[in-house]
């Protein structure tokens, strides 16, 4: 593996500038490849330094860890990241500045990294190592030049974004839409979550669900002894019409690759499902009941309509002011204003 690029987490820190934002940080990680993901590689800019940090040596990372408890540090698209460091070092930086939600509220239409180093720079990046397996070594060196390209362009484009939105008076609404992204992330690692109630298991009955908490546990299991993502096993979709059928007392059709022990061990869950007495199925979560008045739906259309006029006044999208559902709740009387919406998104909807 070549060496240039890389760097010990201990030396790297000793270098790292202390002025707020004066860091831009990636990570790249294996989850397409194993079953629990890990993170594969760290990617550091400062200044006109870009260096990377290899997680899988036996180096260790505590003090670029420590470094990160008290930082302030430039991210794109940060929700994925966050949730990767909270799992895996039980940590996210204090502030994270992300050039995503500036973009946003500064109205690009197309928000992704690439697009916007095109946009500001003029510059095309490969994307060929996007879907690459970051966990194998040694890196290529077109992999090794993608995970450069993923930070080089971060700080001169934050600097650049800074500066337009505050001549537009948006870095405040940037601030608040940041740190509340951050915490959003937090909150929804720290919730206890029944993991097998996945996409579209909504609509299945407690009959249904019962086989789908049973595959979904096969399907982990397997994934875990092959070490390999849990779709590669069997995707939701099938998990969920696999489910459904069950309960219609309907035989399901196995994959025909699907390996003979592989087998033996659905058709073996399958059967301890069957098996459950009907007190012990899992209940559809209760719902609660919406009763809108008549006005409901014109209320929402106004407050819709409001809406699109001020974004299309500033240029942004509407939905980064309010989305629909989150209009739909307050109108609705569910939640107040200030539960759900920023500061600055409250200030243009005089709400």
């Given at each position: 593996?070549a060496?240039?690029?890389?760097?010990?987490?201990?030396?790297?820190?000793?270098v790292?500038?202390?002025?707020?934002?004066?860091?831009?940080?990636d990570?790249?990680?294996?989850?397409?490849?194993?079953?629990?993901?890990?993170?594969?590689?760290?990617?550091?800019?400062y200044?006109?330094?870009?260096?990377?940090?290899?997680?899988?040596?036996?180096?260790?990372l505590?003090?670029?860890?420590?470094?990160?408890?008290?930082s302030?540090?430039?991210?794109?698209?940060?929700?994925?990241?966050?949730?990767?460091?909270?799992?895996?070092?039980?940590?996210?930086?204090?502030?994270l500045?992300?050039?995503?939600?500036a973009?946003?509220?500064?109205?690009?239409e197309?928000?992704?990294?690439?697009?916007?180093?095109?946009?500001?720079?003029?510059?095309e990046?490969?994307?060929?190592?996007?879907?690459?397996?970051?966990?194998?070594?040694?890196?290529?060196?077109?992999?090794?030049?993608y995970?450069?390209?993923?930070?080089?362009?971060?700080?001169?484009?934050?600097?650049?974004?800074?500066?337009?939105?505050?001549?537009?008076?948006?870095?405040?609404?940037?601030?608040?839409?940041?740190?509340?992204?951050?915490?959003?992330?937090?909150?929804?690692?720290?919730?206890?979550?029944?993991?097998?109630?996945?996409?579209?298991?909504?609509r299945?009955?407690?009959?249904?669900?019962?086989?789908?908490?049973?595959?979904?546990?096969?399907?982990?299991?397997?994934?875990?002894?092959?070490?390999?993502?849990?779709?590669m096993?069997a995707?939701?979709?099938?998990?969920?019409?696999?489910?459904?059928?069950?309960?219609?007392?309907?035989?399901?059709?196995?994959?025909?690759?699907?390996?003979?022990?592989?087998?033996?061990?659905?058709e073996?869950?399958?059967?301890?499902?069957?098996?459950?007495?009907?007190s012990?199925?899992?209940?559809k979560?209760?719902q609660?009941?919406?009763?809108?008045?008549?006005?409901?739906?014109?209320?929402?259309?106004?407050?819709?309509?409001?809406?699109?006029?001020?974004?299309?006044?500033?240029?942004?999208?509407?939905?980064?002011?309010?989305?629909?559902?989150?209009?739909?709740?307050?109108?609705?009387?569910?939640?107040?204003?200030?539960?759900?919406l920023?500061?600055?998104q409250?200030?243009?909807?005089?709400?």
């Open positions: 593996m060496t240039d690029y890389f760097i010990n987490a201990d030396p790297l820190v000793s790292l500038p202390s002025e707020d934002g004066a860091v831009g940080l990570l790249e990680a294996d989850s397409l490849y194993r079953h629990a993901e890990r993170i594969c590689l760290i990617q550091v800019c200044g006109d330094e870009v260096v990377l940090v290899d997680p899988l040596t036996d180096d260790p505590d003090p670029l860890v420590d470094w990160l408890k008290t302030k540090i430039w991210m794109h698209g940060a929700d994925y990241d966050i949730s990767l460091m909270l799992r895996e070092w039980q940590i996210t930086p204090p502030v500045y992300d050039t995503q939600i973009a946003q509220l500064l109205g690009h197309r928000f992704g990294y690439a697009s916007l180093v095109e946009q500001y720079f003029e510059v990046l490969s994307k060929s190592s996007q879907k690459a397996d970051w966990g194998k070594r040694p890196l290529s060196p077109k992999m090794l030049e995970a450069c390209n993923d930070v080089r362009y971060l700080l001169p484009m934050a600097k650049a974004m800074v500066e337009k939105l505050e001549d537009l008076g948006r870095y405040e609404w940037f601030l608040e839409s940041c740190e509340a992204a951050r915490k959003r992330v937090i909150a929804r690692e720290s919730e206890e979550r029944e993991s097998w109630r996945i996409g579209g298991s909504g299945l009955h407690p009959s249904g669900l019962r086989y789908l908490k049973a595959l979904w546990q096969w399907r982990d299991g397997e994934a875990a002894a092959w070490n390999r993502p849990s779709f096993v995707t939701n979709k099938q998990l969920i019409a696999w489910s459904a059928d069950l309960a219609e007392g309907l035989r399901i059709d196995f994959p025909p690759k699907l390996r003979r022990d592989r087998r033996q061990r659905l073996e869950s399958i059967e301890q499902a069957e098996d459950l007495q009907e012990d199925w899992p209940s979560p209760k609660e009941r919406r009763r809108y008045d008549e006005t409901f739906e014109d209320r929402v259309k106004v407050l819709i309509q409001k809406r699109n006029k001020i974004g299309g006044e500033l240029g942004i999208d509407p939905s980064v002011i309010a989305s629909r559902a989150v209009l739909e709740q307050i109108v609705g009387g569910r939640v107040e204003a200030e539960e759900i920023l500061k600055w409250q200030s243009l909807l005089l709400l």
